[in-house]
Nanobody, 120 residues
């Protein structure tokens, strides 16, 4: 299973970004997916997760600002991030697995990460 994350960058506070994660080597429709992030000096934390039938879970910090979605036709996971804050600055990772771990970092497969920096 290979996960390739992209879409990170530098954005001003209040701005938006959409992260993508291209997935290969698995039947995407049967794969549970999630986004995690790790800021400087911080532990990796779950941001959002999506199940095989579209069930979603969000961290409190992401609820109402971030939206996770999946495109099974193109084997791609997305994270739409709005109203970004400086504290959202982190390396963002996509993760995949075959159980519904929600926001626990117990997924089997991980992408390489894409950096998001929120700064004026």
């Amino acid at each position: 299973v290979r996960l390739v994350a992209s879409g990170g960058g530098l954005v001003e506070p209040g701005g938006s970004l959409t992260l993508s994660c291209a997935v290969s080597g698995t039947t995407f429709s049967n794969t549970y997916m999630a986004w995690f992030r790790q800021g400087p000096g911080a532990e990796r934390e779950g941001v959002a997760a999506i199940g095989v039938q579209g069930t979603t879970a969000y961290a409190d910090s992401a609820e109402g600002r971030f939206t996770i979605s999946r495109d099974s036709a193109n084997n791609t996971l997305f994270l739409q991030m709005n109203s970004l804050k400086p504290e959202d600055t982190a390396m963002y990772y996509c993760a995949a697995g075959f159980r519904w771990w929600k926001l626990l970092p117990r997924y089997k497969y991980w992408g390489q990460g894409t950096q998001v920096t929120v700064s004026s």
